[in-house]
């Protein structure tokens, strides 16, 4: 089955960037997902990536995929300290037949930001 | 916009009692998901449902009950609680995977504590 590791913990100061690093197992064609989690919140989708493409920016996002090495990369650039949080790569095959969305989650990389 | 809702956010339960956790969503999604957090792990899927009526089993059904009789609620029910149901569980939706987003809605968690 599908496996995603991440790091666990990740500390930056305030105006650098973060990276944050994961790899996936799946072998087939699939999305790739960057959740974030705050303190005492439920999940919210950041940004995704189909496992085609090579690079996604979003404003102070970018997602970097090295399909060969099957390993996903998330950079914040101008890291804030509102940026501190949990941040989750998930992993979802890209066809299944009843419609749903079956993510296989990582372990989640805890970022904090020094002030 | 309530979004999705859980409730109770917190609950005390003793080795052999039963509860339900209710999930309520307002944004008409067919799909709707439980996922369970353990304390440094990764989400795993519980239960999930494509519509009402429809349940399938996730990765980690075991010691759980669901039932969709309406597109808005959808509850676990926790028979016989164990001391490895202490976890946090959080209910998800999403729309039909056609947009590929790949966007759960998820709500803020309920924390279980079995004792």
């Known amino acids: 089955g599908e496996d995603v590791e991440q790091s666990l913990f990740l500390s930056v100061r305030e105006g650098d960037s973060s990276v944050i690093n994961c790899t996936y197992t799946?072998?087939?064609?699939?999305?790739l997902y960057w959740y974030k989690q705050e303190p005492g919140a439920g999940l919210q989708l950041l940004t995704y990536?189909?496992?085609?493409?090579d690079m996604k920016q979003d404003q102070r996002l970018t997602v970097l995929l090295n399909k060969k090495d099957k390993h996903l990369s998330l950079r914040i650039a101008d890291t804030q300290t509102g940026d501190s949080a949990i941040y989750f790569c998930a992993e979802s095959p890209l066809w299944v037949a009843d419609g749903s969305y079956q993510l296989t989650f990582g372990k989640g990389t805890k970022l904090s930001v020094i002030p | 916009n309530a979004g999705v809702t859980q409730t109770p956010k917190f609950r005390i339960l003793k080795i052999g009692q039963s509860m339900t956790l209710q999930c309520t969503q307002d944004m008409n999604h067919n799909y709707m998901y439980w996922y369970r957090q353990d304390p440094g792990m990764g989400l795993k899927l519980i239960y999930y449902s494509v519509g009402a009526g429809i349940t399938d089993k996730g990765e980690v059904p075991n010691g759980y009950n669901v039932s969709r009789s309406t597109t808005e609620d959808f509850p676990l029910r926790l028979e016989l609680a164990a001391p490895s149901q202490t976890s946090v569980y959080f209910c998800a939706s999403s729309y039909y995977r056609t947009a590929n987003t790949g966007e759960l809605f998820f709500g803020e968690g309920s924390r279980l504590t079995v004792l």
């Open positions: 799946d072998s087939s064609s699939t999305y």
């Open positions: 990536i189909f496992s085609n493409m």
